[in-house]
């Protein structure tokens, strides 16, 4: 099993904290033949040397761990796979841009060359009249100038979105979270209606992916009042805080 804390540790560096309550601080202070250790908020290894931080308790980072660094650790990779999107329509946008400021051009070429693709078609028993890469390309080349320019800016807009939505997941912003469920629900009809047409094995993975991860970040960040909603949502991140463990543990020896 993936221990994320280590990993993270690895990665990151410990994160020790020195508080000036001194009751808490000897929770989390040891003394060593080789010099002082702090415990780290992260993994709650005790790590040798000074903290990497010191003030009041109330100032300590939240540092995730448990299941909050899990799910910090799956919004990431769902943000990196919100790049290659983003990188995807980026360059699909560029090449419609591309060939409506070129496309007589680019159509001449295309009718001058295309015979000379039927010798390799027949003897590899490709169709090219029944081909629907060359309809789509001949469709491509009779649309206006005009329906070409408002493609190209909707394909724009879509990657924009999944920029939007990276940008978001990777900070581990709240609005991030809503963004990214409302951007992707908006999207999961068109993505149905496209295996309506044509079911391939890369269109039902990415749909596959795309409502796990709406039902995974309604559930489990609490949006839009599901699961405890906001409150909740807090007060997780409150009570998974070593230091706020630490401090209830204090509480409760004093009492």
């Not at 490709?126 to 081909?131: M, Q, R, V």
Request: glycine share 8%.
């Amino acid at each position: 099993m993936v221990d994320f804390a280590l990993r993270s540790c690895g990665l990151r560096g410990h994160a020790t904290f020195a508080p000036d309550e001194p009751d808490l601080a000897a929770r989390l202070h040891v003394q060593t033949p080789v010099g002082e250790a702090w415990r780290c908020l992260r993994c709650e290894t005790f790590v040798v040397g000074p903290p990497r931080g010191k003030g009041p308790a109330e100032s300590a980072p939240e540092v995730p761990r448990g299941r909050l660094l899990r799910d910090r650790v799956l919004m990431r990779v769902l943000a990196v796979e919100r790049v290659f999107r983003f990188l995807l329509l980026a360059l699909m946008s560029y090449g419609v841009f591309r060939v409506r400021a070129a496309r007589v051009h680019l159509r001449d070429m295309f009718e001058k060359d295309l015979p000379l693709l039927r010798p390799l078609a027949d003897q590899i028993g490709w169709n090219i009249d029944g081909s629907k890469i060359i309809r789509h390309i001949n469709d491509a080349f009779t649309m206006s100038g005009t329906t070409l320019l408002w493609i190209g800016i909707g394909i724009a807009v879509y990657a924009l979105i999944e920029l939007v939505e990276a940008v978001g997941l990777w900070g581990m912003w709240r609005w991030g979270e809503y963004f990214a469920v409302v951007a992707t629900g908006i999207f999961l009809p068109l993505e149905i209606y496209e295996l309506t047409e044509k079911v391939t094995t890369l269109r039902v993975a990415m749909l596959l992916v795309n409502i796990i991860a709406v039902l995974w970040l309604l559930w489990s960040k609490r949006l839009f009042g599901l699961n405890g909603g906001g409150a909740a949502y807090r007060r997780e991140h409150e009570t998974e805080s070593l230091m706020s463990v630490e401090r209830a543990g204090l509480a409760t020896a004093t009492q």
